[in-house]
């Protein structure tokens, strides 16, 4: 039965963090926070990795695997938060010029960059910390 909660706990987090991504890209954030849109992007698209990571390591632990221990709640519980701070401190890094994201710039290449190393950072967080 935990299983089935930890699983309503997470698409929970997903439904969140998607339903926020979509309305603010839809309405954008209040004025007074217009300034702050990408890094509030990259704190939801680590939040999106984060849950997917989770949800991910439910199959193959119940399913795979066939190794599903309940000592591991608490890791489920916290991660999709853990995620969600990773994406906002992976656009630190960047902002701050810690890391550079060396490709072929075009228009959007900056945000996409940014967007994609805070899912990165949210999917992995464990591997992200090691590397920062």
């Known amino acids: 039965m935990k299983i ?43 939040g999106i990795g984060g849950v997917l990571y989770c949800l991910r390591g439910i199959y193959l632990s119940a399913c795979v695997r066939n190794d599903w221990d309940n000592r591991w709640l608490p890791w489920y519980l916290i991660r999709p938060i853990a995620s969600l701070i990773s994406g906002g401190v992976s656009f630190l890094f960047l902002k701050a010029g810690l890391l550079i994201l060396d490709s072929a710039p075009t228009k959007d290449s900056s ?7 805070a899912f990165v950072a949210g999917y992995n967080v464990d591997k992200f910390m090691t590397k920062i």
């Open 4 to 46: 089935k909660r930890t699983i309503g706990y997470l698409i929970a987090w997903l439904l969140i963090d998607v339903g926020s991504l979509l309305v603010l890209v839809k309405y954008g954030l209040p004025e007074w926070l217009s300034g702050f849109s990408l890094v509030v992007y990259c704190i939801l698209i680590g």
């Open 111 to 117: 945000t996409l960059g940014f967007l994609a190393l």
